[in-house]
């Protein structure tokens, strides 16, 4: 596979979507433009791309496809495998994309879900097909979106396993030395009030695969358009699409997005100015305008603040010692190692750093779900910069495992690789195979997809008041009044 279909197969996989959206949430004759402009769009950058940065061979797409089928099924996705407690809502959302009309309405108010829906819409319009919720439609598609993205990381890597191995697991370490540091003064670990961590890709997995997937897409596309292209511009579709599917992640691209072409045109704002430049950007945002109104008719976040207005404050700053300034400085430190800090990209890794911190000083939402999602779209762009650099630092330097500025690399990759290891191993153990084989010694259930009407009702019974009035659209807004279907 060629990187020219591999970024029409990865634009098709976040468009589709939003296709299927723009269709089903607004009214006639808006959602056949919407529609229409996608086509076209989607076309207009089909037909531009023509460059080919590499070739990946058949034998390589089998192998990176089961390893995303693999991850896919540890991760929990299609309740094969052990499913963490966010499973709850995962299961609830796909099965009320199933059982309900489009656009949304929960039942016991009548009024309009605002969420992002994106990761469940393909498979939700397959089961609607086929008169049954489908498992493994979602357990599919959620392959074939990891699939596109680790044949990007493949690409960018020189066709490097230990590569790839290495962007699953960096970020966590700060995690993991905490709960080593507990257990050494003799204290159990406890729940933090919010989350403030870095966690590896790997690990993000099992808990927001519907998020993970997109953004490691969309953070892909910018690493080529910029870095290769050098047109960081025609991104912006990919950035703009991947708003359904999660908006702290989406909202975090578009900071991305605006840094990329600042750099790329801070000497050339003529050339910012181009037809060409100007129609990569402008459409994608006019065809974005009706959904940036249905995301405004939602009631917002439950909470939100900068993490030194919460308290205990003195168990906040440990949590984030620990989550995240331990993990700046093991990602500064392999910037260091490998001399990118000299490197042609230096001004972008240093934003990136810069922006990751700033966000991480910031609450949004009971558990920081403004961190948690947010944070992901810079750790995965700024280890594209780390792994390219490596991959690059290995070939100039054949015997590179026997330098002593290799241990620390190594002993990085395998900290990180703890934490997601642990879950991959309550995967293998507690599974649909292993319940049939030993129904005595494992008991495993995955979490029911319609134990509840919609996953309002799932807030209510599950979480609380406050977390299911998130989901909820505004009375009287623009889009309910002017957009709504």
């Known amino acids: 596979m060629k990187t020219t279909l591999l970024r029409n197969l990865s634009l098709g996989y976040l468009l589709l979507p939003n296709l299927i959206f723009s269709l089903g949430w607004f009214r006639l004759p ?46 929990g996705i299609g309740g094969f495998c052990f499913q963490a407690f966010d499973y709850w809502a995962h299961n609830s959302k796909y099965y009320t994309l199933f059982n309900h009309d489009w656009p949304v309405l929960f039942k016991a108010n009548g009024r309009y879900a605002c969420h992002y829906f994106g990761f469940f819409l393909v498979p939700a319009l397959i089961s609607k097909m086929l008169g049954e919720l489908s498992g493994i439609a979602l357990y599919l598609w959620a ?73 490691i897409i969309v953070s892909s596309i910018l690493f080529h358009d910029y870095v290769y292209l050098k047109k960081p511009e025609r991104s912006f579709l990919a950035v703009i699409a991947i708003f359904i599917w999660g908006i702290f992640p989406s909202i975090v691209f578009v900071i991305i997005f605006s840094m ?21 950007i402008l459409i994608p945002g006019l065809i974005f305008v009706p959904t940036f109104f249905y995301f405004l008719s939602g009631k917002g976040s439950v909470i939100a603040g900068f993490i030194w207005q919460f308290n205990p404050l003195n168990e906040i700053a440990f949590h984030y010692f620990f989550g995240v300034v331990i993990d700046l400085g093991v990602l500064i430190g392999i910037v260091f190692i490998l001399n990118l800090h000299k490197n042609i990209n230096r001004d972008i890794i240093l934003a ?49 495992y026997k330098l002593k500025v290799a241990y620390p690399l190594m002993l990085f990759l395998l900290m990180g690789l703890i934490v997601p290891i642990s879950q991959i191993r309550r995967a293998l153990q507690e599974n649909v195979v292993t319940s049939m084989l030993f129904p005595d010694k494992v008991t ?19 979480y609380s008041q406050q977390e299911a009035n998130q989901f909820l659209g505004q009375k009287g807004s623009i889009y309910e009044v002017y957009l709504a279907r």
């Open 30 to 75: 808006l959602s056949l433009m919407l529609a229409l402009g996608i086509v076209f769009i989607f076309v207009y950058n089909f037909r531009l791309e023509k460059n080919s940065l590499a070739e990946i061979s058949n034998k390589q797409l089998i192998q990176i496809s089961f390893i995303s089928l693999l991850i896919i099924a540890f991760s």
């Open 143 to 215: 392959s074939v979106g990891l699939f596109l993205g680790f044949c990007w990381i493949f690409i960018f890597t020189g066709k490097s396993y230990l590569s790839l191995i290495l962007f699953l697991s960096l970020g966590g370490i700060g995690h993991l030395v905490k709960v080593v540091t507990l257990k050494l003064i003799g204290l159990n670990y406890h729940v933090p009030p919010f989350f403030t961590e870095i966690w590896p890709v790997l690990y993000q997995a099992q808990w927001a695969p519907n998020q993970l997937i997109p953004i």
């Open 260 to 280: 990329l072409i600042l750099l790329r045109y801070r000497n050339d704002i003529r050339g910012f100015f181009q037809r060409q430049v100007m129609i990569d």
């Open 352 to 400: 990136l750093f810069m922006l990751l911190i700033l966000i991480s000083l910031v609450r949004m939402g009971k558990w920081n779900d403004w961190f948690l999602r947010g944070n992901t779209p810079v750790l995965t762009l700024l280890s594209l910069f780390i792994l390219q650099g490596f991959s690059v630092w290995i070939k100039e330097r054949p015997n590179w």
């Open 444 to 462: 495993f259930k995955p979490y029911p997809y319609n134990q509840f009407e919609d996953f309002y009702e799932l807030g209510l019974n599950i």
